[in-house]
């Protein structure tokens, strides 16, 4: 089996690098590619000033066909090296993004959600003859619609958004300041993209000592968050000043302790806990009266783990949603029990045998 080379950029062409890559080795993958922008002649600011925009030689092609072939030979190696439980990620313009998402699909890829980049401080439109363009998308696939598992730390992107569920269109400013990196004035790449858009695509599918590959890594930005987040990246670049700069961002970056780069684990990856283990621990004792956090509602616990209300008997979860008359009911946050003349939470007695089978 071929050697990973972890942490390290590689230099050379896309497709040729990723060909020396072994076979479903890649957990995660995020590409930038070049975007095909089109551009017939110079963007100028109304002072007349000239717009720094994308005219770089690695975003020029002949024709639509020329970038759809090249498009379909990286996207096929990088199915190749992507674990069958991996994730692959797209970001382009409109110039771009939809001839990526038709090859994507023809490759056999499975969408799962197309995120909107929303930029706070968006590049005007100086010519004021169309709207502003101020989002860009990324694509965001399994490898196949078959795939069972892949990873999404749904609960850490929660936590993240204050305890609300995360949407799939992300309001987060371009990369200026000090995070932008320049030779001698200018911006030293023209489509940098911000370490924070990278930190939430790296931290909502991605785990710790996972491997993060960038085909088309630029200077550095996917390598020096998965490496401060405990990841392992690969860096595919073809421009040696751009390698340079990324090898130099990547040495002065910090891998940040374990404890600071723990997320907030799944539900579902948290053991089973039933409530028949709460009672037969003794930690709610047969005859405890439960009731809800307004105490509309009643019941008391029985030595095999139900709980009975009024006419019903039956589980925490079965009961709940009866007397509320809902189709159903999480038993666990529902129902509180009194101690020392404070509603306590049953869940809280959950936690606690949960800690004690992961200690």
Same mark, same amino acid.
């Given at each position: 089996?071929?050697?990973?080379?972890?942490?390290?950029?590689?230099?050379?062409?896309?497709?040729?690098?990723?060909?020396?890559?072994?076979?479903?080795?890649?957990?995660?993958?995020? %590409?930038?590619?070049?975007?095909?922008?089109?551009?017939?002649?110079?963007?100028?600011?109304?002072?007349?000033?000239?717009?720094?925009?994308?005219?770089?030689?690695?975003?020029?092609? %002949?024709?639509?066909?020329?970038?759809?072939?090249?498009?379909?030979?990286?996207?096929?190696?990088?199915?190749?090296?992507?674990?069958?439980?991996?994730?692959?990620?797209?970001?382009?313009?409109?110039?771009?993004?939809?001839?990526?998402?038709?090859?994507?699909?023809?490759?056999?890829?499975?969408?799962?959600?197309?995120?909107?980049?929303?930029?706070?401080?968006?590049?005007?439109?100086?010519?004021?003859?169309?709207f502003t363009n101020a989002h860009e998308t990324m694509i965001w696939c399994a490898k196949s619609e078959h795939q069972k598992k892949y990873t999404f730390n749904y609960e850490a992107m929660k936590?993240?958004?204050?305890?609300?569920?995360?949407?799939?269109?992300?309001?987060?400013?371009?990369?200026?300041?000090?995070?932008?990196?320049? #030779?001698?004035?200018?911006?030293?790449?023209?489509?940098?993209?911000?370490?924070?858009?990278?930190?939430?695509?790296?931290?909502?599918?991605? #785990?710790?000592?996972?491997?993060?590959?960038?085909?088309?890594?630029?200077?550095?930005?996917?390598?020096?968050?998965?490496?401060?987040?405990?990841? #392992?990246?690969?860096?595919?670049?073809?421009?040696?000043?751009?390698?340079?700069?990324?090898?130099?961002?990547?040495?002065?970056?910090?891998?940040?302790?374990?404890?600071?780069?723990?997320?907030?684990?799944?539900?579902?990856?948290?053991?089973?806990?039933?409530?028949?283990?709460?009672?037969?621990?003794?930690?709610?004792?047969?005859?405890?009266?439960?009731?809800?956090?307004?105490?509309?509602?009643?019941?008391?616990?029985? %030595?095999?783990?139900?709980?009975?209300?009024?006419?019903?008997?039956?589980?925490?979860?079965?009961?709940?949603?009866?007397?509320?008359?809902?189709?159903?009911?999480?038993?666990?946050?529902?129902?509180?029990?009194?101690?020392?003349?404070?509603?306590?939470?049953?869940?809280?007695?959950?936690?606690?045998?949960?800690?004690?089978?992961? %200690?």
């Amino acid at each position: 089996m071929k050697k990973m080379p972890l942490n390290r950029v590689l230099r050379g062409e896309c497709v040729d690098v990723l060909k020396q890559l072994p076979d479903s080795s890649v957990d995660l993958i995020f %590409a930038d590619p070049p975007y095909n922008l089109q551009l017939n002649s110079d963007l100028h600011r109304p002072d007349n000033s000239k717009v720094d925009g994308v005219d770089d030689a690695w975003d020029q092609f %002949a024709s639509f066909d020329a970038y759809d072939s090249f498009t379909r030979a990286w996207l096929t190696e990088a199915k190749r090296v992507l674990k069958d439980d991996g994730g692959l990620w797209v970001i382009g313009s409109y110039h771009n993004i939809f001839r990526v998402g038709a090859i994507l699909q023809d490759l056999g890829f499975w969408i799962l959600n197309d995120v909107v980049w929303r930029k706070i401080n968006p590049m005007p439109n100086f010519r004021g003859t169309r709207f502003t363009n101020a989002h860009e998308t990324m694509i965001w696939c399994a490898k196949s619609e078959h795939q069972k598992k892949y990873t999404f730390n749904y609960e850490a992107m929660k936590v993240m958004n204050d305890d609300v569920q995360m949407r799939s269109d992300w309001l987060l400013p371009i990369c200026t300041g000090k995070e932008r990196l320049k #030779n001698h004035g200018e911006k030293a790449h023209a489509t940098q993209k911000p370490e924070s858009l990278l930190h939430r695509v790296i931290l909502s599918t991605s #785990n710790k000592g996972d491997v993060v590959l960038d085909p088309f890594f630029g200077t550095g930005t996917t390598g020096v968050v998965a490496k401060r987040l405990g990841r #392992n990246y690969i860096g595919i670049e073809r421009e040696p000043d751009y390698v340079d700069l990324a090898i130099r961002r990547l040495k002065n970056t910090r891998v940040l302790a374990d404890e600071d780069i723990a997320i907030t684990p799944s539900k579902k990856s948290q053991p089973r806990v039933p409530f028949g283990t709460v009672v037969e621990r003794g930690l709610l004792r047969p005859g405890t009266v439960l009731c809800d956090q307004k105490k509309r509602h009643r019941a008391r616990v029985r %030595a095999d783990g139900s709980i009975v209300a009024q006419d019903r008997t039956g589980s925490i979860h079965q009961v709940g949603a009866h007397v509320q008359g809902a189709p159903a009911c999480n038993g666990w946050t529902f129902w509180h029990f009194e101690e020392k003349g404070n509603l306590v939470s049953i869940d809280l007695l959950r936690q606690q045998i949960r800690a004690e089978m992961v %200690a």
